[in-house]
């Protein structure tokens, strides 16, 4: 029962973090996008095209992290 409960508190906690550390790359990656977007065309980047390539972005890294191949354990 115990094993439970800690198990249960860990993967809640995990969740957590991930989702945390997910809105703050996501935060990142916008910046990133704006500022390269004025760099390399000169005009600004509308709000919602911006938003949404770091969206995707964000969203790929995140799934690209939870499918890395794990090694087996024999």
Do not use: C, H, Q, R
């Not at 991930?18 to 990656?29: A, C, D, M, T």
């Not at 005009?43 to 390539?53: D, K, P």
């Amino acid at each position: 029962m115990v094993e439970w409960i800690k198990n249960l508190a860990i993967t809640f906690v995990t969740t957590v973090l991930i989702i945390f550390l997910s809105i703050v790359y996501f935060g990142i990656l916008l910046w990133i996008v704006k500022i390269s977007s004025d760099t390399f065309f000169g005009t600004g980047l509308e709000a919602n095209w911006a938003v949404f390539a770091a969206a995707i972005m964000s969203a790929a890294t995140v799934l690209a992290g939870s499918l890395e191949k794990k090694p087996s354990k024999k």
